[in-house]
């Protein structure tokens, strides 16, 4: 069983910065690709990335694109997630999920969920 954990969360004035990461344990997830999904009060959850497991293929959502940008360190099995120019809207739970995908590419469903961690911006 594939253990999640977020951590970095916390709150931020608009324009600033965070780093969340994301650290897998209990399980092998060597070749997990990795997402970050968001959800905020009274809304559905929404996907904001993924990496790949080699780490080659990245995916963002448009609101995010230019903003967030995910990195992965294989050796220590944590995945990052740089979130810079932070506004209003991006306030919500954050979860990591993975998925064992032993292909370049980012898979369609996620098995492992962390439990989240929250990101507040204020304005």
């Known amino acids: 069983q594939v253990h999640l954990r977020e951590a970095g969360g916390g709150l931020v004035q608009a324009g600033g910065s965070l780093r969340l990461s994301c650290a897998a344990s209990?399980?092998?997830?060597?070749?997990?690709?990795v997402g970050w999904f968001r959800q905020a009060p009274g809304e559905k959850r929404e996907f904001v990335s993924a990496i790949s497991w080699a780490g080659s293929t990245t995916s963002y959502a448009d609101s995010v694109k230019g903003r967030f940008t995910m990195s992965k360190n294989n050796a220590q099995n944590t995945v990052y997630l740089q979130m810079n120019s932070l506004k209003p809207e991006d306030t919500a739970v954050y979860y990591c999920?993975?998925?064992?995908?032993?292909?370049?590419?980012?898979?369609?469903?996620?098995?492992?969920w962390g439990q989240g961690t929250q990101v507040t911006v204020s304005s």
């Open positions: 209990g399980g092998a997830c060597s070749s997990c690709a």
């Open positions: 999920a993975a998925e064992p995908w032993l292909t370049d590419q980012i898979p369609p469903t996620w098995r492992y």
